[in-house]
């Protein structure tokens, strides 16, 4: 599920960071909070699994210095992963009758 969510706030199509990703995370409401080292951790794994394509640029942080941070990017596999995951949590709520 975490990848799912993840895949969603990826999929306006821009590149982000991992606490772009987390920026997005944090404004849905879904009764927990995902934190940056796991979404590191999913979308290296994504990354692997061809559903995340990732890039490294330097930026300028908040205190000045230069670092080089990772940009995420997700692909059609990552979309197709968003749709089948749609689809299986919406039949499992017909299953289910909407229980929660």
Do not use: C, P, W
């Not at 979404?39 to 394509?53: D, K, W």
């Amino acid at each position: 599920m975490n990848e799912a969510l993840i895949l969603s706030a990826l999929e306006s199509g821009e590149a982000l960071s991992v606490a772009d990703v987390a920026g997005r995370l944090s404004t849905i409401d879904m009764g927990r909070s995902i934190d940056d080292g796991s979404i590191y951790l999913a979308l290296h794994r994504m990354s692997a699994r061809g559903m995340v394509t990732s890039s490294r640029r330097v930026v300028t942080s908040a205190d000045g210095k230069q670092r080089e941070i990772g940009f995420y990017s997700i692909t059609g596999a990552g979309r197709q992963a968003v749709s089948q995951f749609l689809r299986e949590a919406s039949a499992a709520t017909r299953l289910t009758g909407g229980i929660a």
